[in-house]
């Protein structure tokens, strides 16, 4: 099966969806005031699985556009510019790290790693651009991201592994990816 342009078109703009669901609809939230400070989930997900298999310009796109299409699906709160780089950046760092720094080997570690990028972004810029914008005090945004982040450190790269092993096609992906 040869990649091409448009199968890789719907598999992230299936990404995008999956990403938009998991986000925005399957998450735990926790707001302070009418501010959403936390929100624990598995939306990024989609977006290192595209950043993976198809690059670290793929994850990105699907970053900008989970968020946008999202934000115009299911708005919380006002749209913030930031939060948009902050999703492409969530695909950007694990795909540099994932096929330059590891050249695409995949074991747990190495998902791990790539993964602990993009959740960096996640524990730094978004509580700082909260912090800008809302005036939510980091002794308050960042003990819960502290622990969502050592959970997710182990947690991701352990499901981005099943997917990538278990479900055939992406399989059949991610070898096609790390052989030409």
Excluded: H
Aim: glycine share 10%; proline share 7%.
């Amino acid at each position: 099966m040869r990649k091409n342009r448009t199968y890789i078109l719907i598999l992230n703009s299936l990404f995008v969806v999956l990403s938009i669901l998991l986000t925005r609809l399957l998450s735990i939230r926790i707001p302070i005031g009418n501010v959403e400070v936390i929100r624990f989930g598995f939306g990024t997900i989609p977006i290192y699985l595209s950043s993976f298999l198809f690059g670290p310009l793929s994850g990105t796109i699907v970053g900008v556009f989970e968020d946008l299409l999202g934000y115009w699906i299911n708005p919380i709160g006002p749209f913030l510019p930031q939060f948009t780089l902050t999703k492409a950046l969530y695909g950007l760092l694990p795909g540099l790290v994932f096929k330059y720094g590891f050249k695409k080997k995949m074991t747990y570690w190495t998902l791990a790693i790539s993964c602990m990028m993009g959740e960096i972004v996640g524990i730094t810029l978004t509580p700082f651009f909260i912090n800008k914008s809302f005036g939510v005090p980091y002794v308050v945004l960042m003990p819960p991201r502290l622990g969502g982040f050592a959970v997710l450190f182990f947690l991701n790269p352990f499901i981005i592994k099943l997917l990538l092993t278990r479900i055939p096609q992406l399989k059949k992906l991610m070898e096609e990816s790390v052989n030409g």
